[in-house]
Each structure stands twice: as C-alpha cells, then as structure tokens.
C-alpha cells in the first residue's frame, strides 16, 4: 500500500492523484452524510446523490475524453492557442458545475418540502457541502487555477439562484435530467 501512495505522490502522477483523492472524498463524504441524516429520516437523499454523482463522473470522463479529441483535432494546447485552452475548458467545466447545482436544488427541494426550521438548514448546508464536492470532483479534470477559481464561483452562486427559482434548473437541464428519470 505504501508503494502505491509513494507512486501516486510522484509529480508524473500529479493528473491521476486528484482524480483518485477526488473520488475518495466523494465516497467519504457519501459515507458521512449517510451517518447524519440517517437518524433524521433522509437517507434517500443520499441515495439519489450517490446516483447524482455517479451521471457526474460518468459525465465528466466522456466530456472530459471528447474535449481532449477536440483540442488534438485542431490543434489547441496552452502553448499554440492558450485562450482557445482555457475558455474550451472554462465552458465544459462551467457547465458541468452549473449542472450539478440544478441537479442538486432541484432534488433537495423535493425533500424540504414539508420540512422546518434547522432541518431546513441542515440540508441546504448538505447542499452547499454538495456543491463543494463536486466542484472537487471537476477540479480534478479541469485543474489550472483559473478553471477553480470559476468554478468554486459558479457552483455556490448557481445553487444559490437554483434553490430560489428551481424553474430555471429545469428549463437549462431539465432536457438532460429526463435521461436519467431517477435522478430526479
């Protein structure tokens, strides 16, 4: 097990560490959250982010492995086209995370529906701790400085709009929400 982590550790394993240490935390975070909202009657909130996260994976590599033909298909890299690179990169990871926040407003509506007070709270808290998690998650393909710091903005203030007019969740992704029925 030590040889595999001094190996990861390497720079030349830079890529492949973020993405491994990126879906452990989504799996830590997974197994957490299970623990707390167990006692208060949410676990099914956890199953359909497991799923939630499962379409974003999933998502993020064939995205992911699509841009990359793109770029070698015309020729963009950080050194001949920088600006083409980046804003390419900008725009899928953008999306993604705004995705991810309609997905996650849309889903937690449905359950604090009928709910109070700091219960409420605590799973618009989840939420947040969500979106942080994915914005991990997408930073772990998307990795340059710049690509976070929109990322981390774009995530928290999309689910912040989300969860107050959850119409405009649905009508940018619900074309895409209707793919997968049980993620709704």
């Known amino acids: ?9 390497r720079d030349e394993q830079k890529e492949l560490y973020e993405i491994v240490f990126a879906f452990v935390l989504n799996i830590l975070f997974l197994g957490l959250l299970a623990l707390l909202l167990w006692p208060l009657g ?13 379409v974003l994976w999933g998502v993020l ?14 020729r963009v890299n950080l050194y001949d086209h920088g600006n083409a690179y980046i804003i390419s990169g900008l ?9 991810w926040s309609a997905f996650l407003a849309l889903t937690l509506r449905g359950f604090v529906a009928g709910t109070h007070g700091w219960l409420a ?16 998650v997408v930073s772990s393909f998307y990795q340059g400085h710049i690509y976070k710091f929109v990322n981390l903005a774009l995530v928290l203030i999309s689910f912040a709009v989300f969860s107050l007019w959850p119409g405009s969740g649905r009508a940018l992704y619900g074309w895409f929400f209707d793919l997968f029925e049980h993620t709704r």
Not at 42 to 54: D, E
Not at 91 to 99: I, K, P
């Open 61 to 74: 590599f064939i995205t992911g492995f699509l841009l990359l033909r793109l770029q070698q298909r015309f």
């Open 121 to 136: 709270l605590v799973l618009y808290f989840v939420g947040v701790l969500s979106c942080y998690i994915a914005f991990v």
């Open 1 to 9: 097990m030590k040889q595999i982590i001094d190996w990861l550790m």
């Open 91 to 99: 725009v899928v990871g953008g999306f993604l995370q705004v995705g």
């Open 42 to 54: 949410k676990l099914p909130l956890v199953v359909r982010l497991a799923k939630g996260y499962s």
